[in-house]
């Protein structure tokens, strides 16, 4: 037996140090090879090869030399398809739309019955709490004008409804919703619109008034924003976005969103701008810019004006279709003028939802006033939608960054020129012009506001057309972007925007393994094929969160 067993011992250790020394031949964790990487870098490179180890990119280049000097726990071969950076959303709006999908879908509704019609099914499935929708747009309809709430009273007379338009902008409720917040006919409020006819309450409420029943909302439970957070993030991995930037978030979602991501339900990275309030400027004033790995929160949304859909965008002239109104700013330029004096002394950055020219205008001017000439403070104007013309130098001069989202051009083209004329819609959604200013421009859809998928982006961005193919030779063509510059737009670019273009962004040694596997080359893709085309996988981190089944 002592015989056997001195003969088994030594070829047990042989077998053990032989496993051993495999063991520390692997120097990777992930290799991919057989791709068309479009690495996104300073030269635009193309390689066909990416090595990952530890969540982040260790070298990019040709199979035969990485192949050698690399040895993967995972090879995976992508059959000569296109690699892209993982794809950024510069403006979204992500807790917003996780919420979304556990209320009332009303996008492409054609009609106010069809509408009341999806309430009332939802009703009978959630038969408790508040009715809360969104995604309805008159303009969609063939009566274009708001609805009333008078069939919502009769389908809901003590249960409270809010359904939110499009936008986000204006809300319709129902006279339960209005005595809840104690609204009366002819109250009015700064900012905002409660709209009375003849004496009565419609039920459409504009901007700020939106807030005297939202804020009557209970808080959601712990259980439900989980579902929320996850619900838009499975959803988000499915189109390869790998961050978003979630613009006005309360300062008490970073605590939410950190434990969620540290217990790895929620592995989508985040940039979020805190929203303009008091309560938010003395969080991150007192403890300073919030980074981890997942989440940076060093900025602040501010809202200058509404929407041009629902005329409460803030214009310098009349709006074409209702004489004598010009949309409103939602608070004082003193107001705008304070916030950009602290965060310029406090070194945060200032993001502005803008969207009439002369919202653009007042915030171009006070963000040149607080930045004093060339700076590398990022400030942004979100949506930079309708500038005039004398007024687009000032982003170059003052390094203020256009942040756009090119399907609010194709979404809006049908009638925002009934609401500013021709002559103010030919230098409206300007992207190409806006583009020329700093060299560089960020892209984003607006989620929930427009689909959140990517694709979109870039086919609205580069075709300036509807997915029908609508108009023929694009909408205001002179303003498409390349393809080139569509894809650093939602890449490289959109990082810069946050602030992030040493991390991710790009297919660059030392950067997040953060990539997206596709069906077709949108750089080579036809035209009409750009929506079409499908994520085949997401990884983030290195490790693969979304295969196309």
């Known amino acids: 037996m002592r015989e056997k067993l001195k003969q088994i011992c030594p070829l047990l250790l042989g077998i053990a140090f ?5 063991k520390k031949e692997y120097n990777a964790d992930l290799l991919i090879k057989d791709a068309v990487v479009y690495t996104v870098d300073s030269n635009f490179t193309i390689a066909n090869t990416i090595v990952v180890n530890g969540g982040k990119i260790v070298a990019v280049g040709d199979a035969d030399s990485l192949e050698n000097k690399y040895k993967a726990r995972k090879v995976v071969d992508a059959g000569g398809k296109a690699v892209y950076p993982g794809f950024i959303d510069a403006h979204a709006h992500f807790y917003e739309y996780g919420m979304s999908l556990q209320e009332v879908h009303l996008e492409g ?18 038969t408790e709490g508040w009715i809360i929708g969104r995604g309805w747009d008159q303009n969609d309809w063939k009566d274009k004008q708001f609805p009333n709430k008078a069939k919502l009273d009769s389908l809901f007379p003590v249960r409270p409804v809010i359904l939110s338009r499009v936008d986000g902008h204006a809300v319709i409720v129902n006279q339960a919703a209005l005595n809840i917040a104690g609204i009366k006919p002819g109250q009015t409020i700064a900012g905002g619109q409660i709209e009375t006819i003849n004496g009565k309450l419609t039920g459409i409420l504009v901007d700020n008034a939106t807030h005297l029943v939202q804020h009557k909302i209970p808080e959601p439970t712990d259980a439900l924003v989980q579902e929320a957070f996850t619900d838009a993030q499975r959803n ?9 930037d979630d613009c006005g978030l309360p300062y008490t979602m970073i605590n939410t969103i950190t434990q969620l991501q540290h217990k790895g339900a929620l592995k989508m990275r985040m940039y979020v701008m805190l929203s303009d309030n008091p ?17 940076d929160v060093r900025a602040f949304k501010v809202y200058a004006d509404g929407a041009l859909g629902s005329r409460g965008a803030c214009l310098l002239k009349p709006y074409a279709d209702k004489p004598g109104w010009n949309g409103f700013l939602l608070s004082s330029q003193k107001h705008f003028e304070e916030v950009a004096t602290k965060l310029a002394a406090k070194g945060f950055q200032m993001c502005t939802h803008a969207i009439g020219d002369s919202a653009n205008r007042v915030m171009l001017k006070i963000y040149a006033k607080a930045l004093k000439g060339k700076n590398d403070r990022r400030w942004r104007i979100e949506h930079s939608q309708i500038v005039s013309p004398e007024d687009v130098k000032l982003f170059g001069e003052y390094n203020i960054i256009p942040s756009v989202q090119p399907t609010h051009a194709t979404s809006d083209m049908y009638w925002a020129g009934q609401r500013l004329g021709a002559q103010r819609l030919k230098t409206a959604y300007a992207y190409k012009d ?8 960020p892209l984003g859809t607006d ?3 427009e689909n959140i998928n990517p694709m979109f982006t870039f086919y609205a961005a580069t075709e300036r ?13 002179e303003n498409a972007l390349s393809r080139v510059e569509a894809l650093k737009g939602m890449t490289i670019w959109a990082a810069k925007a946050n602030f992030e273009e040493k991390e991710k962004g790009s297919i660059e040694p030392g950067k997040y393994a953060d990539f997206v596997i596709l069906d077709q080359d949108i750089m080579k893709a036809a035209g009409t094929q750009l929506p079409k085309v ?3 996988k997401t990884y983030v981190n290195g490790e693969k969160v979304y295969e196309k089944k």
């Not at 032989?18 to 495999?22: E, K, L």
């Not at 309560?279 to 919030?290: A, P, Q, S």
């Not at 806006?434 to 421009?441: E, F, M, S, V």
């Not at 057309?465 to 063509?477: L, R």
């Open 109 to 126: 509704t054609q009609s106010w019955k069809e509408i009341t019609d999806s309430v009332q099914n939802f009703a009978k499935r959630n």
């Open 279 to 295: 309560d938010n400027f003395e969080y991150l004033f007192k403890h300073g810019v919030y980074k981890t790995p997942g989440l």
């Open 447 to 449: 989620f929930p506001v």
């Open 534 to 536: 499908k994520v085949l």
């Open 236 to 244: 988000c991995f499915a189109v390869g976005l790998t961050t978003v």
């Open 465 to 477: 057309m509807d997915q029908k193919g609508f108009p023929a030779g694009g909408f205001q063509k």
């Open 434 to 441: 806006l583009l020329k200013q700093n060299g560089w421009i």
């Open 18 to 22: 032989a496993s051993c020394q495999q």
